[in-house]
């Protein structure tokens, strides 16, 4: 005997993909705005993300951004490449590698904050600021259920 069919029972609003959908359009919002400076969303990020302090590992700036290690590496490359983005061995622990923004990379970062803020007011204007301190709130909420 077969099992029954269940296909037809899924629910077409999947979680997943409407959190990826929104994930895109959003992040092309801001990837419009910060291109001027020569950044996209994700490079945004990764500049905030090392802007402070004596220089992140590897690791730590990977579980900071919620990113696998591989994914990290081929998202710093340009960073690296257009010399906004240095890294050197740990002087503790040559195993690991520590990363800081360069002169240039503050300065591309400091010309991208502008373009950051205006797709931050773009997203509030379009949306609603009651949506967007909603939605931060499901968010974190969600993501601390998760963790």
């Known amino acids: 005997m077969h099992a029954p069919d269940t296909t037809d029972v899924v629910d077409p609003r999947c979680t997943c993909l409407l959190l990826r959908q929104a994930a895109r359009v959003v992040t092309q919002l801001y ?12 490079q945004f990020s990764l500049l905030a993300n090392l802007r402070h302090g004596p220089g992140l590992t590897m690791g730590e700036l990977a579980a900071r951004m919620t990113m696998d290690r591989t994914t990290l590496t081929r ?8 010399g906004w ?14 990363l800081a923004l360069t002169p240039a990379g503050r300065d591309v970062f400091r010309t991208a904050v502008p373009r950051w803020r205006d797709a931050q007011r773009a997203l509030r204007e379009r949306v609603g600021e009651p949506a967007v301190h909603a939605l931060h709130a499901s968010i974190d909420d969600t993501l601390e259920r998760l963790e």
């Open 31 to 42: 990837d419009d705005h910060l291109r001027p400076a020569g950044l996209r969303t994700t």
């Open 75 to 82: 998202n710093l490359r340009p960073l690296t490449d257009a």
């Open 85 to 98: 983005v240095a890294s050197q061995p740990d002087p503790d622990d040559r195993r690991r590698t520590r």
